[in-house]
């Protein structure tokens, strides 16, 4: 499935519909008197957050979403019939902001969740509500309200349990497909992930979410390269899993690499720097084990978080791995 984490969608409520001008004409009755009735009022629109869906694919294709008209009223007192409400489904973690992207909505972060954004407009009034004693036979009516109508940008930001983070090639998409069932693109080039990837993790006592987030460079807190649009994702994940390449030239290089990553996540702020972080060194494959010690040695001294190395070619310390991201399930489930 395609993925699209951000989309711009025109709503327009229903409007209101008119009221009626309308007399009684029965057998018998005279001077039957005003029975115009009130018109119907405009659909709404409303937001639903929805725990199947994980993509806004399919804003893509429909961007214009318009809620029914009310009906006008008619004689004998009818009040005309309200408009159907819209109910647009949208993923759970969906934001929802205005068309400058300055102000949030809502933010839909549980499933089943409804926002109310824009009501309809309200129907108009017969002529039966203009009677009074000094005017018996009232020929006014109003016309309905106008529905409200606006721009409103859509952003999707994952909730997933643990989120790769790390350099293009690091090895973010070939780990996710070996520790779940998700077909990634692996290739010997950067930025082989475009799109953030879901992937689950099963144990018999529940699933762990990965999501392997697109490579990060230096300046992405300030729109580089991918950006602040796939570091937004980092927000709802309950850890990081930091992934280094063990096969640089130089113990230096391995340092600064993961220095970049960092200084990224704390200049983007929002309390992600917070996050539990587990330091994963890949490609152990490609490197000896005495220059696998000291740079794991090294790396240590520049960070206070668990440092694991794997190779997901070989599947050396994967069964490590997992065990590290049980224990991400177990605090997962005593939460609940």
Known sequence: MKFLDEAKIHL?????????????????????????GDGGSGGNILFESEENLNTLID?????????????????????????????????????????????????????????????GGKGGVG???????????????????????????????????????????????????????????VANYPFTTLKPQLGLLRFEEGDVTLADLPGLISGANKGVGLGLKFLAHIERCRALAHLCDLSVEKDEQ?????????????????????????IILTKSDLVCKNKIRKRSQILKKHSNS???IISSHKKDGINKLKSIFREILDEKIKTY
């Open 127 to 185: 002529n039966l509500r203009f009677k009074s004693s000094t005017n018996q036979a009232p020929r006014k009516s109003t016309k309905g309200k106008v529905g409200e109508e606006i721009w409103v940008w859509l952003r999707l930001k994952l909730i997933a349990d643990i989120g790769f983070v790390g350099l293009p090639n690091s090895g973010k998409s070939t780990l996710l497909s070996v520790l779940s069932n998700a077909k990634t693109k």
């Open 12 to 36: 327009k409520a229903g409007d209101g519909g008119a009221g009626c001008v309308s007399f009684r004409r029965e057998k018998f009755v005279e001077y039957g008197g005003p029975d115009g």
């Open 306 to 308: 668990d440092v694991t």
């Open 59 to 119: 804003f893509r294709y429909q961007q214009h979403f318009k809620a029914e008209n009310g009906k006008n009223g008619s004689g004998k007192n009818k009040t005309g019939q309200n408009g159907k409400n819209v109910v647009i489904k949208v993923p759970v973690g969906t934001v929802i902001m205005d068309a400058d992207k300055n102000e949030i909505y809502r933010d839909l972060v549980k499933k089943n969740e409804k926002f109310l954004i824009l009501k």
């Open 254 to 278: 391995l340092i600064e690499n993961y220095k970049i990553i960092r200084n990224e996540i704390e200049n983007y702020g929002n309390l992600v720097s917070k996050k539990k972080e587990i």
